[in-house]
């Protein structure tokens, strides 16, 4: 059984052609589903099972859009990229006046993020994705200590670059390992 990745944008929209030949078109699947469904109702038709009616159309017409149906695939698909939450993670530190710990504190928690397994480099991708890692990094943190060791923390979804130079309080989060400096004890 197949099921659309909600990662992927579809590259014709989200629409679904009924077999009138009409076009229902929304903002998103669960939208193009309602649509179809009110629709044969107004028209007094059986409504059947919309939403693998869509699925199934929407997989033909681009198959790039659809992945096995399973729990763990799903799971997995719905879960955000540890770029997408770093990239979350600075943006919601943009803009705002911050409060930065001395250059020997930031060294000595490099020191402890650079060894650690959870220090995971983001997939970068393209150079626009790496300038704009950069040029939020230079905003917040302006020329303050760096690391070319220190990537993103897969637990916390956190630019360790950034998190380091910033007066930060712990966080209560059994998964982190017992040596981190973010790690409330």
Known sequence: MKDINPNVHPKSGYKFQEADQSWHVADTWGGVVARVTAYRRRRGVEIGNVHQEVIE????????????????????LREASLKTRTLNYLNSLRGKQHSFVDDKL???????????????????GCSSCRESLKALRQDIIGDRHRDGRLNSCAILGEDIQTALSLDSQTVVNGELPAHCWRRRS
Request: charged share 25%; aromatic share 0%; net charge positive.
């Open 57 to 76: 159309q929407a997989c033909r017409r681009e198959p790039v859009l659809c992945t096995e149906a399973n729990a763990a695939t799903q799971t997995k």
């Open 106 to 124: 930031a060294r000595d928690r490099a020191a402890v993020c650079a060894g650690c397994p959870l220090n995971i480099p983001l997939n970068e």
